[in-house]
């Protein structure tokens, strides 16, 4: 990977001692990690580590209890306005309106991204181009298969060229042939410089990633590249080294 | 603005779309406004009597005639005895018993005085209540008969008599519609405005693209203009709807300017719209906002002055019903179209609407929150 071995990398997201507690419960307890730009970083865990909580606030729908959080250059507890303008999100939860077309979704979340007009039309037609959709184009989004929906809304959570884009676990229930389609479309985003920061809980996934970091019961336990997180934990596969640090959890998943 | 413009778009796409939305926006207030008034009627018809008679003659036979020539009572039992008058009574098949008891006429002509009985089957206290004094009334009527033809001679004579007679002003005919078909319209509008709103809202938290729209720089007054907006329009659609219907239906056209019903209704729109915003900020399920709406809309309609007069409630409930914007909406509804009502007469009311929408939005606009 020569991204990595590039010195002057720079830093696009970076937690330091970040918290959320709720109640007594500490949700996401003190974590500190930095993403580079351009870079795959899968956030891995176990259900109820914490994951949802942590990228939340990252992404400002959350405030931190403690620690602070700068993405794309901007503070998550004083700026989280100006990080909307600069991440795209997709979450577990299907977000596009089902009752709306293809082009409909597009323009709608292009337009209130602020691009003008032409740009959108521009874009659309680049979109379906690319997702090979043309004939589908106004079909309700309710009516197409999930892996389409997921590639979908992949392309609209960026169609503005954020800095970052989240992804909380985009491919659950995809296909194997879907999948891989959609990790294609990842690189493609991340060769463009968007930084991409993926949970998932596919292991073959984790493999993708240019690093990773392992969260249980709330606290980063591991981080590094995949080889390095293997040959750390003496393991072959990553599934191993996920069962080995996430079988220590005291937490209930949900 | 440019934002404003895409959030419109999408949700009319969305509203046009929703055939349950259509239904309830089109359908429910002209059906309603079509079979409501009709049924919501206080006259009470067809009361069923029961007639004991141990007198037979002429003067309690003529009496009876009366009685069933009157329009509002149907002799449904003509009995023996008291007992057998109570069983109809049980079996649900009388309401009221007469009861003539024997030398009626006798008593009547040679000591000038008769006694009957009533007796009177309260279940429903409202038709008890009315048919008993319906009853009492034609039997008055029925004795200023008889006294006239049994002493013609003291026809405008010694007892002084005080004889009343009334004038129904703005509604002469005392017509239940025309009282009952603004009040149901300014219902309907409520429940579009405030509870069509929230649903919209809450589902759209359900689903889960609120969370979408969240992380986007969407500004707070965008989305909450963007959900108001289109149910404002909706409500003046829905009042403008319920307008043709009265007049066509039941040929109900407002006394007063119809630009000044436009114009309140403008503002209260905006009052139960924030209402609207306000339940969505507070519950989580579609389920939820429902229930909630419920509630508020039982106790909106039962305090409203729709059905029954606010000024003969106690003092407490009255107090209660300054709380409800639905009530001065139905003062001014029934001001303008039954009786003609300027600007100057419905200001107060107008006033306390807008301190309703500045409260509500201002209360709604607080609590919603884009991030927790």
Redesign the interface.
């Given at each position: 990977m020569s991204k990595l071995a590039n010195n002057e990398r720079e830093v696009v997201i970076s937690a330091t001692e970040l918290t959320k507690q709720f109640g007594d419960f500490i949700a996401t307890n003190a974590i500190t990690f930095e993403v580079f730009r351009g870079e795959i970083f899968g956030f891995l865990g176990a259900n109820g580590a914490g994951k949802t909580t942590a990228m939340k606030m990252l992404?400002?729908?959350?405030?931190p209890t403690r620690g602070r959080a700068t993405v794309a250059g901007f503070d998550v507890s004083t700026e989280?306005?100006k990080i909307?303008?600069n991440?795209g999100?997709m979450?577990q939860?299907?977000?596009?309106?089902?009752?709306?077309t293809v082009t409909?979704n597009i323009?709608?979340?292009a337009?209130?991204?602020?691009l003008s007009i032409p740009v959108i039309k521009e874009k659309t037609a680049a979109l379906l181009q690319q997702l090979n959709m043309k004939s589908q184009k106004n079909v309700l989004v309710k009516a197409l298969p999930l892996g389409w929906k997921q590639k979908l809304a992949f392309s609209i959570a960026i169609i503005h060229d954020p800095a970052v884009v989240?992804l909380d676990e985009p491919t659950g229930g995809v296909d194997p042939i879907t999948r891989r389609e959609f990790w294609e479309m990842i690189y493609a985003a991340t060769n463009r410089g968007t930084t991409a920061f993926v949970t998932t809980h596919y292991m073959d996934e984790a493999e993708y990633c240019n690093r990773i970091s392992i969260m249980v019961d709330g606290k980063i336990e591991a981080l590094g590249t995949p080889a390095d997180l293997k040959s750390k934990f003496n393991s072959e596969t990553m599934d191993d080294v996920f069962l080995k640090l996430a079988r220590n959890a005291k937490r209930i998943g949900d | 603005m440019?934002?404003l413009?895409?959030?419109l778009?999408?949700e009319f796409?969305?509203i046009f779309?929703?055939p349950s939305i259509l239904r309830m926006i089109f359908v429910m207030p002209i059906l309603q406004l079509i079979v409501l008034p009709i049924v919501a009627n206080y006259e009470v018809k067809n009361v069923k009597i029961a007639v004991i008679d141990h007198d037979h003659s002429p003067v309690s036979k003529r009496m009876i005639n009366k009685l069933e020539a009157g329009g509002y009572f149907k002799l449904t039992g003509y009995c023996v005895g008291y007992q057998e008058a109570l069983q109809y009574v049980e079996q649900e098949q009388a309401d009221l018993i007469l009861e003539i008891p024997t030398h009626f006429e006798r008593d009547l002509v040679k000591e000038g005085a008769a006694k009957l009985f009533v007796a009177v089957n309260a279940i429903n206290g409202v038709k008890a209540g009315l048919g008993a004094s319906y009853l009492s009334s034609l039997l008055r009527d029925y004795n200023s008969d008889i006294r006239m033809e049994s002493f013609p001679a003291t026809k405008f004579s010694q007892t002084p008599q005080l004889i009343v007679t009334y004038a129904n002003w703005y509604n002469p005919f005392m017509s239940y519609k025309l009282f009952m078909v603004p009040g149901i319209l300014v219902v309907l509008i409520t429940m579009i405005g405030s509870f069509l709103t929230s649903l919209n809202i809450v589902k759209e938290k359900e689903?889960?693209?609120i969370?979408?729209?969240?992380?986007?720089?969407?500004k707070k007054y965008h989305f909450i203009l963007g959900k108001l907006i289109p149910f404002w329009v909706l409500g003046m659609i829905v009042l403008t709807l319920g307008l043709i219907v009265a007049r066509v239906v039941y040929g109900i056209s407002p006394v007063g300017n119809i630009g000044l019903l436009y114009a309140f209704s403008a503002v209260y729109l905006v009052a139960v719209l924030g209402l609207g915003l306000l339940v969505s900020t507070i519950t989580q399920t579609q389920q939820q906002a429902m229930l909630i709406a419920f509630f508020l809309m039982m106790i909106f309609i039962m305090m409203s002055g729709l059905y029954t007069s606010i000024d003969s409630m106690p003092y407490w409930a009255q107090v209660v019903t300054w709380f409800n914007p639905v009530r001065y909406f139905i003062e001014v509804m029934r001001m303008v179209v039954i009786k003609g009502s300027g600007f100057a007469d419905i200001a107060i009311n107008l006033g306390i609407i807008f301190i309703f929408g500045v409260l509500l939005n201002t209360w709604a606009i607080i609590s919603y929150k884009?991030?927790?």
């Open positions: 992404c400002g729908l959350s405030t989280s306005e909307k303008k991440i999100y979450s939860k299907f977000s596009l309106y089902e009752d709306l409909e323009r709608f979340y337009g209130i991204y602020g989240f | 440019k934002t413009r895409f959030i778009e999408k796409r969305q779309r929703d689903i889960g693209t969370e979408q729209i969240n992380v986007t720089p969407i884009k991030r927790s």
